[in-house]
């Protein structure tokens, strides 16, 4: 795979991601979109979810932060983005962890089309509808194997399902991307997993044609300035802010020397 042709359609593309997203994390979600060379735009009501929808070339949702009401306008903007023919990703953030966000997730999957289901391997297994739990928003362990179930669940919604942990798993009816790039600092900053959902809809939005691959040079791109960032690190601070730097400066040689993207 020619990761850095990804990001390279990022930086001459640079596509406006919509997002309505985790309160938490909202200003990291926005800035490493920002640093990837793209524009977020983070419009939650639901009196204009569907226009700023219509304006964007891709769409994130998080559940992270839920409420009812605010999974009504996550329903509008993605019936939005559909219309428009964007790329969609919902981040299942917790999905696993109370009925309520079961339930919620289910509506947002039938109620419009996904292209691409993220999170973690027990949030995912969840969403299949296997009998797991999630710590929080934190994986439990799954006895399953995870490339199965991300196959599994994207054949069933014809979609293309992202599995993050110490490897990551991109996965569609075709087949899957297994990403080993990363580095464990990043389990010890908060965000790090809904900003590798905005990544993902930042590459999905610059290479609608095929969203799969994109998911997977995104997460590769991200996670090898993460490796980068941890070298002059001092601790989780220290090293979200080298990430963005990181992200910003990223180059070819760079991605060509540390990517390791396998099928």
């Known amino acids: 795979m020619d990761v850095y042709s990804f990001l390279e359609a990022v930086r001459k593309k640079a596509p406006v991601v919509h997002h309505l997203t985790n309160w938490v994390t909202i200003y990291d979600c926005a ?8 524009s977020p ?24 932060t839920l409420t009812a009401d605010f999974i009504e306008s996550m329903k509008i903007a993605a019936r939005a983005a559909n219309n428009k023919g964007i790329p969609v990703v919902l981040d299942v953030c917790g999905a696993g962890a109370t009925p309520f966000r079961d339930m919620k997730s289910a509506e947002l999957l039938d109620n ?4 691409i289901i993220k999170g973690n391997s027990s949030e995912i297994a969840r969403i299949l509808g296997l009998d797991v739990r999630t710590r929080g928003v934190d994986a439990e362990h799954v006895g399953h194997d995870l490339r199965d179930i ?8 014809d979609c293309t399902v992202v599995i993050t942990g110490k490897e990551d798993i991109v996965a569609d009816i075709k087949g899957t991307y297994i990403i080993r790039n990363g580095h464990e600092m990043m389990s010890h900053v908060v965000g790090t997993g809904c900003m590798a959902a905005s990544v993902i809809g930042t590459f999905a939005g610059a290479s609608p044609q095929d969203i799969t691959a994109a998911a997977a040079a995104g997460l590769c791109c991200y996670e090898i300035a993460a490796e980068l960032a941890v070298k002059t690190a001092k601790g989780p601070a220290s090293f979200k802010e080298n990430l963005f730097d990181r992200i910003f400066s990223l180059t070819r040689d760079e991605i060509a020397s540390l990517q390791k993207v396998g099928r």
């Open 31 to 38: 800035q490493v979109v920002k640093s990837f060379g793209a």
């Open 41 to 64: 735009v983070m419009a939650h009501a639901p009196e204009e979810s569907a226009e700023m929808s219509g304006l964007a070339s891709a769409l994130v949702l998080n559940i992270g």
């Open 112 to 115: 419009a089309r996904i292209g």
């Open 150 to 157: 991300a196959r599994d669940l994207a054949g069933k919604r």
